[in-house]
């Protein structure tokens, strides 16, 4: 009798309401969505008063997950679409009661061997590979700017008083603005995303100590979740771990690249990924071409290896310049992710900064 296969990848979940939020309304959620060739995993941390923030949260998620299992195309579009459609179906319930409600959105898509990151908002994700934590995404936040600046360190804004303030959510505006990006996974990957209630109390270096211990996700969750209490639990808490068991072929669509200018707009953000998608066909179209010329003109071999090589090498080399002009801001930093009037705090006491 043959054994059962090992799953290439298994996850695990829990949201927790913490230790200081009153009521014990729980404005965070998380989805964990099997696929036929990896799953959709996603978190969201609303804001805008207890029942809209968690409106906005679960509005966000089942938003999410429609819109990708309803959609065409390549999965990198597909996810940013979705997440476009997630923040309509907030924007459009903000009326009345519920208005200035919004959340953030972090989705990580398992496809084959890699992970797309779809990033709105501060809830961040982390990757534990060969015992090192790499943090695959930058908050959205006033005070994570005030960081990137130099004028304050991680451990003052841990503190601050504006903590809470971030700069881009769900909600804001009719176009969503996101950071879309991609990345091989390998077999031992252990991908964990979560919500600023765990972030902003448990240190990276606490992080690393508990997702490198041998337990399943559901475990591990519940030790995450356990340090935030332990820290105070001030906020709402909700981690989710993906531990990948196979190594498995790439996806044949190119993936996207991670930039340093935050989140762009959707329409030029699917833009960029069309004109990289172009960009690769136009490469194979060359090769091919140059290929069935060597086989067909022998005699012109080295004239035409010449020529298709001299070509790609100028396309390559052109679109390398390219991507790096466009993720470089004039002064060779970062650029700047906080826009006047689309900061939303979930504490309605806090001063937001203008």
């Known amino acids: 009798m043959r054994a059962p296969a090992t799953p290439s990848l298994t996850s695990g979940l829990l949201t927790d309401v913490g230790r200081q939020r009153q009521g014990g309304v729980n404005q965070d959620a998380a989805l964990a969505l099997d696929l036929p060739q990896g799953g959709l995993y996603a978190v969201a ?12 949260a679960n509005l966000a998620l089942d938003a999410l997950s429609q819109s990708y299992l309803d959609g065409r195309g390549q999965p990198a579009a597909r996810l940013a679409q979705a997440v476009q459609a997630a923040n309509l179906a907030v924007l459009r319930h903000a009326v009345g009661e519920y208005v200035g409600m919004g959340t953030t959105l972090l989705a990580a898509l398992i496809d084959r061997g890699a992970v797309l990151i779809a990033h709105v908002g501060d809830s961040r994700a982390y990757l534990l590979r060969g015992g090192e934590l790499h943090r695959l995404t930058e908050d959205h936040s006033w005070v994570a700017e005030q960081v990137r600046l130099g004028h304050m360190t991680e451990a003052e804004a841990r503190d601050h008083q504006w903590r809470s303030v971030v700069s881009n959510a769900l909600g804001g505006e009719e176009r969503v603005r996101l950071e879309l990006h991609g990345l091989p996974t390998q077999a031992g990957d252990r991908l964990l995303l979560c919500s600023d209630g765990l972030s902003s109390v448990v240190t990276d270096e606490e992080l690393c100590a508990i997702l490198a211990r041998p337990l399943p996700p559901d475990t591990t969750t519940r030790l995450l979740v356990n340090a935030a209490n332990d820290g105070g639990g001030p906020d709402n808490i909700t981690a989710l771990i993906i531990d990948i068991h196979r190594d498995a072929p790439l ?10 200018d935050g989140p762009m707009y959707i329409d030029v953000l699917l833009t960029t990924q069309r004109g990289n998608s172009l960009m690769t066909y136009l490469l194979l179209m ?8 060597l086989m067909l003109v022998p005699e012109r071999r080295t004239l035409i290896g010449l020529v298709g090589t001299t070509i790609l090498l100028a396309l390559l080399v052109g679109q390398r310049l390219t991507q790096r002009r466009r993720t470089q801001s004039p002064l060779g930093a970062p650029a700047a992710t906080t826009r006047p009037g689309t ?10 900064p203008r």
């Open 286 to 293: 060359i090769a091919y071409f140059t290929l069935l010329g």
């Open 45 to 56: 941390d609303g804001m805008g008063g207890h029942a809209a923030g968690e409106l906005a």
């Open 343 to 352: 900061t939303h705090s979930r504490d309605a006491s806090v001063t937001q």
């Open 251 to 260: 996806p044949t669509y190119g993936l996207p690249v991670r930039r340093d």
